[in-house]
């Protein structure tokens, strides 16, 4: 079992920053990789980005990628999304999730998840 729990969401302007965390506990040492997906209302739940828990391998969606960045700190059993230059269409609810196997893109491969944080941005 791995528990895990976010942070760091919040209402902030337009080009404005967030520091998303996740703090995991449980059974960390057989995680592949931690990802953070979010959903928007009316939406399905996205990948946003993905770290491999041992390695320094990282993985964005292209939309993200230059203005958002992932990382970890596996002493801690912490995982950040520092998100930059904000955009209304980045408000959505953020997910952190844990996968012990498989493609890093797909939710369904995903075995943990947060109970996620709120991010908005106004324009």
């Known amino acids: 079992q791995v528990q895990l729990v976010e942070s760091g969401g919040g209402f902030v302007q337009a080009g404005g920053s967030l520091r998303l965390s996740c703090a995991a506990s449980g059974t960390i040492s057989s995680i592949a990789f931690m990802g953070w997906f979010r959903q928007a209302p009316g939406k399905e739940r996205e990948f946003v980005a993905a770290v491999k828990w041992s390695g320094l391998n990282t993985y964005y969606k292209d939309s993200v990628k230059g203005r958002f960045t992932i990382s970890r700190d596996n002493a801690k059993n912490t995982v950040w999304l520092q998100m930059n230059s904000l955009k209304p269409e980045d408000t959505a609810v953020y997910y952190c999730?844990?996968?012990?196997?498989?493609?890093?893109?797909?939710?369904?491969?995903?075995?943990?998840w947060g109970q996620g944080t709120q991010v908005t941005v106004s324009s």
């Open positions: 999730a844990a996968s012990y196997s498989g493609y890093y893109g797909d939710f369904d491969n995903y075995n943990y």
